[in-house]
């Protein structure tokens, strides 16, 4: 059964607390070639077909169920087999 995989980002112009959580991590650690970090969301959804109709279907649910418009931004739906 193909699966398909849906990323949600936040938007760029927002503060990842999350991220900034890790980068100062990371430096902390010694990693101080990271810039910055963030932090998403990734949604697999098992499908009985990966057709027109499917996707379609995704990509409205993905919008309106997955993602909150007002902070995060959908930045991939791709089929995996």
């Known amino acids: 059964m193909p699966t398909i995989v849906v990323d949600v980002m936040p938007k760029a112009e927002l503060l990842d ?7 100062g991590a990371l430096t902390r ?3 101080t070639e990271f810039s ?6 990734r949604f697999e959804l ?9 996707l379609a279907d995704v ?12 902070i995060e931004n959908v930045v991939g739906i791709e089929v995996v087999e």
């Open 59 to 70: 990509a409205r649910i993905a919008d309106e169920i997955l993602s909150n418009s007002v």
């Open 46 to 54: 098992t499908v009985e077909k990966a057709d027109e109709e499917t």
């Open 29 to 31: 650690l010694g990693h």
């Open 17 to 23: 607390p999350q991220g900034k959580a890790v980068a």
């Open 36 to 41: 910055g970090v963030r932090i998403g969301k």
